[in-house]
Nanobody, 124 residues
Framework: QVQLVESGGGLVQAGGSLRLSCAASGRTFSRNAVGWFRQAPGKEREFVGTTIWSGGNTYYADAVKGRFTISRDNAKNTWYLQMNSLKPEDTAVYYC?????????????????WGQGTQVTVSS
């Protein structure tokens, strides 16, 4: 049973930074897509960024490009979302996700495993 556990959300002022973590258990990832999504109240879940666990390119949504960075720690089976220069419009529940296949997936339906979500609130 694969479990993804997120941490690191919270309340931050505009211009601040947060780092989200996603710790995976139940399997070791290799050539799997891992990513981050977010969902604001009343809106659909939207793509934030994705990469391949074993290495490769990283792709980001235009709204976060240049401000957010995905990284990973193989030894801890954990990946991260570093969020800098946060804006009030970044306020959402953030989810990590993993797919059973390799690819650069931007649609939620392409992912097989999901974290429980962590709230990020950016005040103006």
């Amino acid at each position: 049973q694969v479990q993804l556990v997120e941490s690191g959300g919270g309340l931050v002022q505009a211009g601040g930074s947060l780092r989200l973590s996603c710790a995976a258990s139940g399997r070791t990832f290799s050539r799997n897509a891992v990513g981050w999504f977010r969902q604001a109240p009343g809106k659909e879940r939207e793509f934030v960024g994705t990469t391949i666990w074993s290495g490769g390119n990283t792709y980001y949504a235009d709204a976060v490009k240049g401000r957010f960075t995905i990284s990973r720690d193989n030894a801890k089976n954990t990946w991260y979302l570093q969020m800098n220069s946060l804006k009030p419009e970044d306020t959402a529940v953030y989810y990590c996700a993993a797919a059973t296949s390799a690819g650069y997936y931007t649609k939620p339906g392409s992912y097989d495993y999901w974290g429980q979500g962590t709230q990020v609130t950016v005040s103006s």
